[in-house]
C-alpha cells in the first residue's frame, strides 16, 4: 500500500513513526521548508526523520509544488498532517483510497487556525481528530477521534503534549483500520460547528492593562511550541514563557515591577492583580524594582515628538549650511 505523509511538525513526525512501526514501508513524505523554521511553531526535522527511517523524502515550500512527484507516485492513501495551507483539489483527489487531516479540536468545534493556543484561552477541550479531506476546512467526516481533557493550569505546552499522546492511540487505531479496508467515517454535524480564526506572534503583546487572568492566559496560549506572550522595558523586549497569579501583599503602578525573587522570577502590577513571571528570556534585560514594564502611549508620544523635533533642528541646520556652502 502506498502512503504518503505531508507536513513539518511534530505531529508529522508522529504519524511517521507509527507508519514505521505498524510495518507500512512504501511511503514517501513531502517535508515542509520553510525559510525560517522559528516562524512555524512545533516545526520538526520530517525530512531527516523520513531518511532516517528508509523512507523516501521530497522537501516543498508551497504544497502544489508536490504536485508532479505525487502523480508519479500514485498513493493510495494521503496524510496532511500539519500543514497549514489550503491542499488544492487536484491534489485531494489524487490519492486512490482517500486524502486524511489531522486538527487538535472536537471537530466541528474549534475549526480553523492556531487551535492549541484558542484552546488554552478559552479552557475546552481538545481532541486528537483525523477526518478526511473533501476540499472545506477541517469539514470532512472524522475517522478517528480521541478527546483530550484540558486542565486550568494547562498551556500550549502541556496541551500540545496531551493532544501528541491521544493522536498516538487515536494513529494506532487507524492504521489497523487502514491495513484492514477502508476506515468508517462518520460526517459531521455542521450545525455545531465552530471556528478558530488567525493568531500571529504579536498578539503575544502584552497590555498590563488587563487584568491578571487574562495576562496569565495570554502567556499560557503563546508559550512553546509558540513564539512566547512578550513586553518591553525601554528599548529590551523580554519574552514571557511562564507565569502564575501572585498573592503578593504589594500594590503598585500597573506595568511596574514590584518584587523580585532570588531565582530572578519578578511580580508585576496588572490593571487587577498581580501576575509573577516565572520564567523569561532576554538579550540584555534583568528585573529590577520599580522598572516600568510595556509602553505608556502618552509618553511614548512625547518622546518620539523631542526626537522629531531635535532632528528638525538638525535638517535645518543642514539645510542652512549647505545654502551657504553654495
Not at 507500512?24 to 520553510?34: H, L, T
Not at 481532541?127 to 467526516?141: E, L, N, Q
Not at 501583599?249 to 506595568?255: E, F, L, M, N, R
Request: aromatic content about 8%; hydrophobic content about 40%.
Amino acid at each position: 500500500m502506498k502512503i504518503v505523509v505531508i507536513g513539518g511538525v511534530d505531529s508529522t513526525a508522529l504519524l511517521i513513526r507509527k507508519l514505521h512501526q505498524h510495518g507500512y514501508r512504501e511511503v514517501r513524505v513531502f517535508a515542509y521548508a520553510p525559510a525560517n523554521c522559528s516562524d512555524v511553531s512545533g516545526w520538526s526535522d520530517v525530512f531527516g526523520l523520513a531518511n532516517a527511517l528508509g523512507y523516501n523524502a521530497i522537501q516543498f515550500v508551497k504544497v502544489i509544488d508536490c504536485l508532479d512527484a505525487l502523480t508519479e507516485f500514485q498513493p493510495d492513501w494521503l496524510f496532511a498532517v500539519g500543514l497549514s495551507q489550503l491542499i488544492p483539489e487536484s491534489i485531494i483527489r489524487m490519492p486512490r483510497l482517500g486524502c486524511v487531516g489531522f486538527h487538535p479540536t472536537k471537530l466541528p468545534l474549534g475549526r480553523g487556525r492556531a487551535p492549541i493556543a484558542w484552546i488554552v484561552m478559552d479552557g475546552v477541550p481538545a481532541a486528537a481528530t483525523f477526518f478526511r479531506i473533501t476540499g472545506g476546512v477541517d469539514d470532512g467526516p472524522i475517522i478517528e477521534q480521541e478527546e483530550v481533557n484540558v486542565v486550568p493550569g494547562d498551556d500550549a505546552s502541556s496541551v500540545s503534549t496531551k493532544v501528541l499522546d491521544a493522536m498516538s492511540k487515536a494513529s494506532d487505531r487507524l492504521l489497523r483500520a487502514i491495513a484492514n479496508g477502508v476506515p468508517v467515517c462518520v460526517d459531521q454535524d455542521h450545525r455545531l460547528a465552530t471556528w478558530y480564526g488567525r493568531r500571529t506572534p504579536d498578539d503575544g503583546c502584552i497590555v498590563w492593562d488587563n487584568d491578571a487572568v487574562k495576562i496569565l492566559k495570554q502567556i499560557r496560549s503563546a508559550t512553546n511550541p509558540h513564539p512566547g506572550a512578550f513586553t518591553f522595558c525601554g528599548d529590551e523586549k523580554i519574552i514571557i514563557w511562564k507565569a502564575e497569579i501572585s498573592c503578593d501583599p504589594h500594590k503598585g503602578v500597573t506595568g511596574r515591577v514590584l518584587s523580585v525573587g532570588n531565582e530572578q522570577s519578578f511580580v508585576v502590577q496588572c490593571g487587577f492583580g498581580l501576575i509573577q513571571i516565572v520564567k523569561w528570556s532576554s538579550k540584555n534585560w534583568r528585573p529590577r524594582v520599580g522598572q516600568q514594564l510595556g509602553f505608556v502611549a502618552q509618553i511614548e508620544l512625547s518622546r518620539v515628538r523631542e526626537r522629531c523635533s531635535v532632528l528638525e533642528a538638525k535638517i535645518e541646520e543642514l539645510e542652512r549650511r549647505f545654502a551657504i556652502g553654495r
